[in-house]
């Protein structure tokens, strides 16, 4: 176990001296060092709910000092609320594509789609995919354009804005986190040449390169980890440029940084899986440990060697006291060298050291124990308003229909439903605001094993009724059957299911 701990702390401290000592090196700007070709650039902007600072964003674009024939604008409009009729106008010369169905398809889904349209458009470079709620500088492009020389695939640096607004303790915790992490692992990382985690606020790849590699499946950091692995198998590192800024407002700040069960479950998920040294290096990096655990370890460490003598590692050498504390005493100057090259105000240290205490606390809270003794306590002292509905329902495989049930499940106006077909059954994992959002779980469950739930919700002949009502559940069928006359109005519900069902398509977006 001794051997171990050693081990582990000792391969930490040599890779943190290694990134302070590379964060002192200074870089000339990009623009000094390479000689760019204009590329030809697609930016895409993601909006999604509230407009928010669109308009603003697609202006900063348009007053972009790279050249005008050399970018184009998209912008994805995923069941925005009000979009302003600003970005409607013809002469602004950007694209648009206004989605409009039930519930949002998500980033994830409307890139891929987009990025397969445009596979196989001429002299196209490279993508920027960003959020909509982002402010950018005039140069913003012309910069993305000399690092394309130098990354494939890379991130540029989020600055907030309104940092002085009064933030809570623990918010403040975690911004001063991710600036640390952001500043210093992320920037001397890239300079190392290894890999960072994929942010998809805002990214940029090359065309090719997203070709190769194929869509996006961003639903979780997970998934953004998974991705950014993908890429390091093909021997790309996700690039940080912390001299190319985007701004946005402090309200929609997001800790990017998977939690350690997150990262616990993404390691052992790829350990296995085989890869090349970038793969291995990133993977590994998962489990670095924070100052706190540093501390413990090299406490017993200390105590142990002090008492009992050095630590043998593999009969090469021992391992005094003497030379685990100068161990530990040069990891503490290489981490207040990191705090120098951070950049962080000596107010926010308390914040900084704070993060391992928050840390600890979050997975106490979520400790699985613990977890269902709180739910258990909060479940048992509330009196539970259950409403069921059980209507019948056919599920098709592609060939055959099958009989089944589809149980609705009303909990204090939380929605489920249940799904049952002879002996089996299958009960959504979430709970939903509309019945709409669980019968639509249910029928992405059973589209992964190759099942199509055959209801009017899953038909591309329903037409969603917007009543005002929380669930949503009406709608209006406008199958062109034998006998219908042109005009008249046939109300329906969304698990009512007929002969003329036709599965809807994923999406219509253009």
């Known amino acids: 176990?001794?051997?171990?701990?050693?081990?582990?702390?000792?391969?930490?401290t040599v890779y943190f001296i290694l990134l302070a000592a590379v964060s002192l090196k200074k870089e000339r700007k990009i623009r000094d060092k390479y000689t760019s070709k204009d590329s030809n650039l697609c930016v895409v902007l993601y909006a999604s709910g509230e407009a928010g600072t669109l308009e603003y964003l697609i202006r900063q674009l348009k007053s972009q000092t790279y050249i005008k024939e050399r970018y184009t604008i998209y912008v994805i409009l995923d069941k925005v609320e009000n979009p302003p009729e600003f970005i409607f106008q013809t002469d602004l010369g950007i694209n648009v594509i206004n989605i409009n169905n039930l519930e949002p398809i998500g980033k994830s889904q409307a890139y891929s789609i987009l990025a397969e349209k445009l596979s196989e458009v001429q002299n196209l470079d490279a993508y920027v995919f960003m959020d909509a709620k982002n402010y950018v500088d005039s140069d913003f492009l012309e910069n993305i354009n000399f690092y394309l020389t130098k990354y494939p695939v890379f991130?540029?640096?989020?600055?907030?804005i309104g940092e002085d607004t009064e933030l809570g303790f623990w918010d403040n915790i975690k911004v001063t986190y991710s600036r640390y992490i952001s500043n210093f692992i992320y920037a001397s990382r890239s300079k190392l040449g290894l890999t960072n985690l994929l942010n998809t606020d805002v990214f940029v790849i090359k065309r090719d390169l997203l070709n190769k590699i194929g869509s996006f499946d961003f639903k979780d950091k997970i998934s953004e980890a998974n991705y950014t692995i993908k890429l390091s198998k093909e021997g790309i590192n996700v690039g940080f440029v912390n001299d190319v800024k985007i701004y946005r407002e402090i309200e929609n700040f997001d800790l990017r940084i998977p939690s350690l069960s997150k990262r616990l479950e993404i390691f052992w998920h790829n350990w296995t899986k085989g890869g090349n040294l970038l793969t291995f290096e990133y993977i590994s990096s998962l489990l670095v440990p924070n100052w706190l655990v540093c501390i413990l370890i090299y406490s017993f460490l200390l105590s142990h060697t002090y008492h009992f003598g050095g630590v043998n590692v593999f009969g090469l050498f021992d391992a005094d006291f003497t030379f685990i504390l100068i161990t530990f005493i040069t990891l503490v100057l290489a981490f207040s060298l990191s705090l120098f090259k951070t950049g962080i105000y000596a107010k926010d240290y308390l914040y900084l050291f704070s993060y391992p205490i928050f840390s600890l606390i979050h997975i106490t809270k979520n400790f699985p124990p613990i977890r269902f003794v709180r739910n258990f306590i909060k479940n048992k002292n509330r009196v539970h308003n259950i409403e069921k509905m059980m209507t019948d329902a056919t599920v098709s495989d592609g060939q055959n229909d099958y009989p089944c049930k589809i149980e609705l499940i009303s909990d204090d106006g939380l929605a489920k439903v249940k799904f049952i077909n002879k002996n089996k059954t299958y009960t959504t994992k979430n709970n939903h605001l509309r019945m709409v959002d669980a019968i639509k779980e249910l029928s992405q469950k059973l589209n992964d094993y190759g099942l199509t739930l055959k209801i009017c919700q899953n038909c591309r002949h329903f037409q969603p009724v917007v009543d005002g009502s929380t669930n949503m559940v009406k709608g209006n069928c406008r199958c062109?059957?034998?006998?219908?006359?042109?005009?008249?109005?046939?109300p329906t519900l969304i698990w009512n299911i007929c002969p003329n069902f036709e599965k809807e398509n994923v999406v219509n977006l253009f």
């Open 1 to 12: 176990m001794t051997i171990i701990l050693y081990l582990y702390i000792t391969i930490f």
């Open 155 to 160: 991130m540029p640096m989020i600055s907030y």
């Open 480 to 490: 062109k059957f034998e006998g219908r006359v042109e005009g008249d109005i046939v």
